[in-house]
């Protein structure tokens, strides 16, 4: 048996993967729960792995995993992992998931910065393949990330993320944004009036805000494939 707590904290993380493709944040967790101090989070997050429903990535600074769920959440939600664990794309790329598992294969357009942004990415490295259900409608395409400004959101270097194309997002979205028409970077999506700030999820970078008409979205973050 989870106490209401421990409930709550595993719904909230559940509903953060199907929607962003990646874990919240410890500071996200701590006021979607209402709680005073991260030390709260840490407990609740090691009770929830010491009774199997989560896993602590090892290495991977606050990334989790959702391993299973109460039959109560299932039944409301249907839960399907969104986290995959295989082989690195550049040494098994067609093996990381059966074809006849209902796999579809993405395009990697190359590297994205998660941190200082890079040059813009416009050219096919190699395919990857994903399961159609971490897809909907619509085009999309994968991204290897390059930095760490993204580990609190559990996005870590050297994870493949699938993206959405899109040209609009909502704030607190995770994106794909091309900064000045020369620059790409994965960041949260923030809108005011006509600034545009683009957050890291790290506190040794600072968010960067610019003019709406300097920053095009041209995607957004729907699944994550970590490769150990």
Same mark, same amino acid.
């Given at each position: 048996?989870?106490? $209401?707590?421990?409930? &709550?904290?595993? =719904? ?14 410890? &500071?996200?967790? $701590?006021?979607?729960? &209402? ?7 840490? +407990?609740? !997050? ?8 989560? +896993? ?23 839960? #399907? ?6 082989? $690195?794309? &550049?040494?098994?790329?067609?093996? #990381? ?14 590297? @994205? ?5 890079? =040059?813009? @990415? ?29 580990? *609190? ?5 050297? *994870? ?13 979205? !995770? ?7 020369? =620059? ?5 999506? +923030? ?7 683009? =957050? ?15 920053? $095009? ?8 494939? +970590? #490769?150990?």
């Amino acid at each position: 048996m989870l106490t $209401k707590k421990q409930l &709550d904290l595993l =719904e909230f993380i559940h509903k953060r993967v199907q929607s962003d493709g990646v874990p919240p944040s410890f &500071d996200e967790m $701590k006021e979607a729960l &209402d709680l005073r101090s991260k030390s709260g989070i840490h +407990r609740l !997050i090691t009770a929830l792995e010491e009774r199997g429903f989560i +896993r602590r990535l090892a290495h991977r600074a606050r990334a989790l995993e959702i391993v299973k769920l109460p039959d109560s959440m299932q039944a409301k939600t249907g839960f #399907t992992p969104r986290v995959i664990d295989g082989d $690195k794309p &550049d040494s098994r790329p067609a093996n #990381t998931i059966p074809m006849d598992s209902g796999a579809i294969e993405l395009p990697v357009m190359g590297r @994205i910065a998660a941190g200082v942004p890079i =040059e813009a @990415i416009s050219q096919v490295s190699h395919n990857v393949h994903v399961p159609q259900s971490m897809v909907g409608p619509g085009d999309h395409y994968a991204l290897e990330v390059k930095g760490d400004s993204m580990i *609190d959101a559990g996005i870590n270097h050297g *994870d493949v993320v699938v993206i959405k194309e899109t040209e609009v997002a909502d704030n607190g979205d !995770i994106v794909v944004a091309l900064v000045e028409g020369q =620059e790409a970077t994965l960041k949260r999506f +923030r809108q005011n009036g006509n600034a545009i700030a683009l =957050e890291a999820a790290n506190p040794a970078y600072e968010t960067r805000v610019f003019r709406d008409d300097q920053v $095009k979205v041209q995607g957004r973050l729907v699944g994550l494939i +970590r #490769t150990y």
